[in-house]
């Protein structure tokens, strides 16, 4: 016999049940740390610290009498470690005031669960919550969930079904690697000195790279203090 599904609205946790999620937590987002290049996971003590917090709400899935599906929506951003505060208060000065911003930190559900209603309804209850206050739903994802997972598409296709939604891409923050191929044997009669005197002498101890050799170092330092000095 299928036991009863319902999805409530939480503000605390019992510590068993926080740190079952908390498992699940690092099992759920450990495949993404390759996969981008910011964080997209809290700490141990950080989920802890949302899952206790009571301005962090607790979207329950439940089967029977058991804890099936989590989600984490904060209305205060103080709490969520990797976001702007006054960005939101800038861009959304009436719904951040009123505390109207829920701000999704993640959604969980068990693996015996998984294929089944909780996403779509815990979704659904979220976007609910935040319509009867004139609020607005906000997340952030990685390239790889955006792309590949298509996560936003899937919070409005479900949100808009509920609510009346108008989808925005609030920020984008772009990461740049600028890969080296040796130094530049430099002409120095063609290049104007700008009169600072470089040193690559490293004060302390610095780790050093495998493979790299003192004599690279050395003329390294001894290229980079003749341009600077000039001739």
């Avoid at 740390?33 to 910011?38: H, M, Q």
């Avoid at 952030?140 to 919070?155: H, Y």
């Avoid at 772009?174 to 009169?195: C, F, M, N, P, Q």
């Avoid at 040193?199 to 790279?209: D, I, N, Q, V, Y």
Wanted: glycine share 6%.
């Amino acid at each position: 016999m299928t036991l009863p599904a319902r999805v409530t609205i939480e503000r605390s946790l019992d510590e068993a049940t926080r740190e079952r999620f908390l498992e699940l937590y690092h099992e759920s987002f450990a495949p993404l740390a390759p996969l981008a290049a910011a964080r997209q996971s809290f700490t141990d003590d950080e989920f802890r610290m949302e899952a206790d917090h009571p301005d962090v709400l607790k979207v329950v899935g439940w089967r029977g009498d058991d804890i099936v599906a989590l989600a984490l929506i904060s209305t205060n951003l103080d709490v969520v470690p990797w976001i702007s505060p006054e960005f939101f208060k800038q861009q959304y000065p009436d719904q951040y005031a009123r505390r109207a911003i829920f701000y999704y930190s993640t959604l969980l559900v068990v693996p015996e669960e998984r294929g089944g209603p909780w996403v779509h309804a815990i979704t659904e209850a979220g976007a609910l919550m935040t319509a009867t206050h004139d609020g607005l739903v906000a997340f952030d994802c990685c390239r790889f969930t955006k792309d590949e997972v298509q996560l936003p598409e899937m919070i409005y296709a479900i949100s808009n079904m509920y609510a009346v939604v108008e989808p925005v891409e609030i920020d984008v923050q772009h990461y740049y690697a600028y890969v080296t191929r040796g130094i530049r044997e430099i002409d120095l009669r063609d290049k104007k000195s700008h009169g600072v005197d470089i040193s690559l002498e490293a004060r302390g101890e610095l780790p050093t790279s495998t493979g790299a050799s003192s004599a690279s170092s050395t003329d390294a330092n001894l290229t980079s203090r003749g341009r600077g000095a000039g001739s």
